[in-house]
């Protein structure tokens, strides 16, 4: 097993800028497989979901220069825990959730790393700002003195085509780029946090500083 997947890290990092950080996607990945990726070299890992994330990292304590990364959605009352044991939150989707983990940051003494996700297409299936909102939402989340809001997420709908999810990436850069624009003391959009097996290198493309791989890393997860 391990032997595969060093050589498929090894093939997608060939592939990557070295300005792009490659996370390595573990939901329902094992720990052996985990220890496998990070003897290839991967220090950033993601996870969608916080307790079995949890359980990994107490068996993974040895591993102690990996950064964790949660990428799923993220509930409101997961958000302590979430706080706890990730140093980056690529999902934070909303202007609630946003000032509760402003709060939670300033009892716990932390100071996250996080991007704001947000849908350029409107998408039943996805959390996440519109865009109009999110424009509307900067000046509340400026306030927000304990996150460090320094990057963009976004996922496109399912079923577009190539042409399309590229749009969708390039657009997700012009919005970054129009929020710096209007110079915020506390917000400072450098990340794109966009890509996954299947189109990571349209994101890549586009100006992703991010890329969340799993499937390509590690084989197809059980059903």
């Known amino acids: 097993m391990s032997s595969s997947i060093s050589e498929r890290i090894a093939t997608v990092k060939a592939q990557l800028p070295t300005s792009v950080r490659l996370i390595a996607v573990t939901k329902q990945v094992p720990t052996d497989a985990i220890r496998a990726a990070y003897a290839a070299g991967i220090r950033d890992f993601g996870e969608n979901r916080i307790q079995e994330a949890i359980a990994k990292q107490a068996e993974l304590q040895d591993l102690s220069d990996v950064t964790w990364h949660f990428i799923g959605h993220l509930q409101s009352n997961k958000a302590k825990k979430a706080l706890e044991n ?108 966009m890509g996954m097996s299947g189109d990571y290198q349209l994101a890549v493309q586009a100006g992703a500083t991010m890329v969340r791989l799993g499937t390509i890393l590690f084989g197809e997860r059980p059903t």
Request: charged share 20%; hydrophobic share 40%.
């Open 86 to 193: 990730f140093s980056w939150l690529h999902s934070v989707d909303n202007l609630k959730l946003a000032g509760r983990l402003n709060e939670l940051a300033q009892q716990l003494g932390v100071s996250p790393h996080v991007c704001l996700q947000v849908k350029i297409l409107p998408d039943p299936n996805k959390s996440g700002w519109s865009v109009p909102q999110l424009l509307t939402d900067l000046s509340a989340l400026n306030q927000y003195k304990n996150l460090q809001i320094q990057g963009l997420m976004a996922i496109p709908p399912l079923g577009l085509k190539d042409v399309e999810i590229l749009d969708v990436f390039n657009r997700t850069r012009e919005l970054a780029q129009e929020i710096n624009e209007q110079k915020w003391s506390h917000i400072h959009i450098h990340q794109l946090s």
